[in-house]
Nanobody, 121 residues
Framework: QVQLVESGGGLVQAGGSLRLSCAAS????????MSWYRQAPGGQRELVAL???????KYADSVTGRFTMSRDSAKNTVYLQMNGLKPGDTAIYYC???????????????WGQGTQVTVSS
């Protein structure tokens, strides 16, 4: 089994900052991609940022220049530093991982439980 545990959400005023963490644990051989998604009330889940196995990072246009994703590979942990937060960033933020349990196995998707980020105006 695999667990993705997010932390770091909360309530912040517009212009403020938060740092999210996502730690993957369990039966993990290799991680291909880890990502942050978010889902606002009444909206669809959207990609915020992703990092692949080579360390390449991509961001949604809406967060480029404000959010920074990083990782600690030794801990199977990724972070999302969110600066200049706007009310429009209010959402549940989910961690996602595409990983393998053993060499040569298929890749499997896992989701975290989500952490609420609320930005007040």
């Amino acid at each position: 089994q695999v667990q993705l545990v997010e932390s770091g959400g909360g309530l912040v005023q517009a212009g403020g900052s938060l740092r999210l963490s996502c730690a993957a644990s369990g039966n993990i051989f290799s991680i291909q991609t880890m990502s942050w998604y978010r889902q606002a009330p009444g909206g669809q889940r959207e990609l915020v940022a992703l990092i692949n196995s080579t360390g390449s990072i991509k961001y949604a246009d809406s967060v480029t220049g404000r959010f920074t994703m990083s990782r600690d590979s030794a801990k199977n942990t990724v972070y999302l530093q969110m600066n200049g937060l706007k009310p429009g960033d209010t959402a549940i933020y989910y961690c996602y991982a595409l990983l393998a349990y053993k060499s040569g196995s298929n890749w499997y998707q896992w989701w975290g439980q989500g952490t609420q980020v609320t930005v007040s105006s």
